[in-house]
């Protein structure tokens, strides 16, 4: 599928990304920049040329340069009022989205110094849909560039003008295909693979890098994984890539394989931050404290106010149980980046282990206003109204959850419990089967099917979950189990042989009873009870025998209908003796 990123090309390819992390660096767009220099950087054996003198770019007058220069340098010091200023007669190209660019970073900046608890409408943002008008004129004298549309298509995003956003952006990639800033643009537009494929992309090698990105985003983890094992095999040791690859792996539910490839990031590059926040996540999972704390440690000495920085941070106080320190940090990254999904979630379930419902509340709607696709905020919510007692509310939201995370048994099961408990049985029965058939985990899924079972007096279906519930302690199922509901399932199961007899399956069962205390005194006695029964069949078994071996014993031991009748109960009580 990669033809562009076989070897004859790749000289093509690095040039391009050299071209691009100069064009990007010009205009102040420093997140694309790096992400293509790191790419280039992948690509250190393979020689490039220049591209410059294949383009065709303004002529710049030495005017428009000098206020181009001097306006650079304020931006990149961050007053972009100024750099706005010194670049509003600028004719070309570069300098003109230098100018729109610096009004709208600074009207960002001041939305973000006034910030309070809740982030304001961005539809009412006069200095954005001026902007935005400004933007428009361009647009129609045909003046913008594909960064300019760029800009116009991000611009359009957050006055919730979608449809028209979406098309700009395709005109910028189709403009300027080589700008990783304007496929991510596109990516919060794209809500479904029917969409994704109804798209008229460019023939260009980032498209795999976007389509790549959109199945992961869609939860399309196979084909996702496909498209970044390829990419790993040119841009071996590129972060971006590697950390993918990860965030992939996890959604398979591979905790361990998704730490291994982060733990070798931080060996490639000791400094990167680049989505530390998720290997993060991953160790407080797996409840790995020290790992943790080295990491938030070393995240904090390369830079204590990044982003990740404080949601690693935050998850270390979270996992140390300190969880007011923890909303401290979740609430310092947002006041940096309100639009930081990771800490809107991660700050939902802080709230929720306070029991501040409402506060958690806030926080999952905030997660889901930043990306409608984040599974994690839906199920929060879903957790939340259950307590409130809301279950109609629970189930809608798990219902969400679900939808996203269509083979995920913790989405499955949570709308199945909801299900039961507003008594819509077979509802229920359908995601406990599911959630089986899906790959189940934690293996909580049978324990809920043979429970609702037993429960109808549906015996026979809850013997066979409760047996293959046990069965998975043997196939090294990873669940999180309480010992009086796999001593339930073993009780239920002696119960269930004995009284049909079955004594051996019983009496296997039993005692496994005996390691619980829960069930030692109980299993005793059904021991006994077996024991009793043996006992008579053995006995049962033994004068059949005699009786198959000696059959004039037979004969003379049993009674004669026709003479007993006849008899006195002396005589048959004598003839009865030895």
């Known amino acids: 599928m990669l ?39 992948c690509l250190n054996n393979v020689k490039a040329y220049d591209m ?67 982030p304001p409408d961005p539809t009412k943002n006069d200095s954005l849909k001026l902007l935005c008008a400004d933007l428009r004129k361009d647009y129609l004298a045909l003046k913008l560039d594909g960064y300019g549309l760029y800009l116009f298509g991000m611009t359009l995003k957050k006055l919730q003008l979608l449809k028209e956003a979406k098309d700009i952006l395709l005109e910028s990639i189709h403009k300027e295909p080589k ?24 023939k260009h090698w980032m498209q795999h890098f976007f389509i790549a990105h959109m199945y992961l985003e869609l939860q399309l983890i196979d084909e996702s994984l496909e498209i970044y094992c390829q990419l790993q095999n040119t841009f071996k040791t590129s ?127 905030q997660a889901i206003e930043v990306n409608k696709r984040d599974y994690r905020a839906w199920y929060g919510l879903g ?11 629970g189930l809608y939201y798990y219902k969400q959850a679900q939808l996203l995370r269509p083979h995920d048994s913790r989405m499955i099961l949570a709308l199945g419990e909801a299900y039961e408990k507003q008594d819509k049985i077979q509802d229920a029965l359908k995601c406990y089967y599911k959630a089986c058939n899906v790959g189940d985990i934690e293996g909580m899924a049978l324990l809920k099917l043979a429970t609702l079972y037993e429960k109808l007096g549906e015996h026979d279906n809850a013997a066979a979950a409760y047996k293959d519930f046990v069965t998975d302690e043997y196939r090294g199922v990873d669940r999180r189990v309480e010992s009086t509901e796999l001593s339930h399932a073993y009780k239920y199961l002696t119960q269930y042989h004995l009284k049909r007899e079955e004594l051996d399956q019983a009496n296997h069962y039993a005692q496994k009873c005996l390691d619980f205390d829960e069930t030692k005194e109980e299993a005793k006695a059904l021991l006994r009870t077996i024991a009793e029964k043996r006992a008579k069949v053995e006995e049962t078994m033994m004068v059949d025998s005699m009786n198959e071996t000696n059959p004039v014993i037979e004969q003379r031991t049993r009674p004669d209908t026709t003479v007993g009748s006849q008899l006195s109960p002396i005589n048959l009580s004598f003839t009865s003796t030895p």
Not at 179 to 202: Q, V
Not at 286 to 308: M, Q, S
Not at 383 to 393: A, C, D, N, R, W
């Open 52 to 118: 410059t003198c294949n383009v065709q770019g303004y002529k710049i007058t030495t005017t428009d340069s000098d206020a181009y220069v001097l306006a650079k340098t304020y931006f990149d010091l961050k007053e972009y009022d100024r750099a706005a200023y010194f670049t509003r007669n600028c004719n070309t190209a570069k300098g003109r989205f230098l100018h729109l660019y610096s009004r709208h970073l600074s009207g960002e900046k001041k939305k973000l110094d006034d910030i309070m608890d809740v």
């Open 239 to 365: 972060p971006y890539v590697q950390a993918q690859t990860a965030i992939a792996v996890h959604y398979r539910r591979d905790v361990d394989s998704a730490l291994e490839i982060f733990k070798t990031i931080t060996e490639e590059d000791p400094y990167c931050l680049d989505n530390m926040d998720t290997f993060s996540n991953l160790l407080y999972v797996k409840e790995l404290k020290v790992e943790l704390a080295y990491l938030a440690h070393r995240a904090t000495e390369i830079d204590k106010y990044r982003l990740e920085t404080c949601c690693i941070v935050g998850n270390y106080y979270s996992l140390r149980g300190d969880h007011q320190k923890a909303v401290m940090y979740f609430h310092r990254a947002l006041k940096i980046n309100p639009q930081y999904l990771s800490a809107w979630t991660l700050l939902g379930h802080e709230f929720m282990e306070m029991k501040n419902t409402n506060g958690a509340i806030h926080s999952y709607r």
């Open 179 to 202: 700008h990783w800033g304007a496929w991510l643009e596109l990516t919060a537009l794209i809500t479904d693979r029917e969409k994704l494929e109804s798209l008229s992309l460019p």
């Open 3 to 41: 033809k562009l990123l076989e070897q004859g090309l790749l000289e093509e390819v690095k040039s391009e990304l050299l071209y691009t992390v100069n064009e990007c660096s010009q205009r102040g767009l420093l997140h694309s920049a790096k992400w293509s220099a790191e790419l280039a950087y």
């Open 383 to 393: 957790q939340t109204y259950e307590i409130l007692k809301m279950p109609f509310y």
